[in-house]
């Protein structure tokens, strides 16, 4: 999965950060608030997927560094 404007590949395991409010995915984890059980990826996630802390949409997530 790639992200306008993002040179960065984003991998199964990585986590990603809301831009807006800075919540965390992290894959190993999920979203229990919306459904998604531990072990599903951000490429996995359904396309109306929001941000749980502020409803920002999936592409306002950046990838998170080491």
């Known amino acids: 999965m790639r992200f306008e ?3 960065l590949d984003v991998g199964p ?4 950060e809301c831009g807006i409010c800075w919540w965390v ?5 999920g ?3 919306r459904g998604i059980p531990p072990g599903k990826s ?5 396309d109306d997927w ?3 802390g502020c409803d920002a ?3 306002k997530f950046m990838v998170l560094g080491e």
């Open 5 to 7: 404007g993002s040179f």
């Open 13 to 16: 395991q990585d986590r990603l």
């Open 25 to 29: 995915y992290d894959p190993a984890v």
């Open 31 to 33: 979203d229990d608030s």
């Open 42 to 46: 951000f490429a996995e996630l359904p």
């Open 50 to 52: 929001c941000c749980p």
């Open 57 to 59: 949409p999936r592409h």
